[in-house]
């Protein structure tokens, strides 16, 4: 069961990179990545903690015009599995999965460049085949290119999966006390972080009512957030069929008013 929970896990890294690049654009975000995880590894709620936790340290994070960012889906991904396999308590599995997955994650950004320099070559092959009129042998040239970014995370997962409990031990041991101490710090600070630089490029001045709305619903009330959320889903369709109506009936009156003008004209 073992072997094959790694084989799915191995594969999984290497898909998500490749949804990365533009496939389908949902599953690469670590919150999708440890869903999967759990699902693999049948531990759904430590998947879930921990994916959360480095799904709000990516808010804010892109890798606009091809720049290199650090890679928080593989962490979350080989966070989530080497914290399961590991840990039996939650807050366990959090510090083993940053003490891990951290690492990884920066280790991305070196494994994204390296991955885009060996591109250019394939880059440059495949436009020799086209430039002698040898499509086919294009089209077979750039599937090396999905394969090259699918190893710069099957790769590090596959040592991840392979000497899982050893890795974890080796960093565990070389790192001191304080510093995974700082590390769980960290987790529960990075989610507020992420949260105050998504506030930044959301219209929070435009809603700040509904944002005070949602946080007495939280704090105060203990509302789960599939409650807060429907609450929210229905302001927004209130608003939304409210200003529709308001376009619809202005439209119609500018068009009458039109109208009637050209009767006047008559």
Known sequence: MEVIQGLLIILLSFWVVLDQQGLVLTTWFPIMVSLFVGLIMGDMKTAMIIGGTFQLMALGVANIGGSSVPNWGLAALVGSFIAIRTTNNVESAKAVALAVGVPVGMLGIQLDVLAKILNTYVTHAAQKAANKRKFSKMNRIFWIGPVIFGLSTALPTALCVIFGDKIVNVILKSVPE???????????????????????????????????????????????????????????????????????????????VEGLGDDFDE
């Open 178 to 256: 304080w510093f995974t101490n700082g590390l769980a710090i960290a987790g529960s600070i990075l989610p507020v972080v992420g949260i105050a630089i998504l506030l930044q490029v959301m219209p929070t001045k435009k809603y700040l009512s509904m944002l005070i709305v949602g946080f007495v619903l939280s704090a105060y009330l203990n509302l789960p957030i599939l409650g807060i959320s429907l609450v929210g889903f229905a302001i927004a369709h209130y608003y939304f069929t409210v200003n529709q109506n308001i376009s619809t009936v202005a439209t119609s009156t500018v068009a009458g």
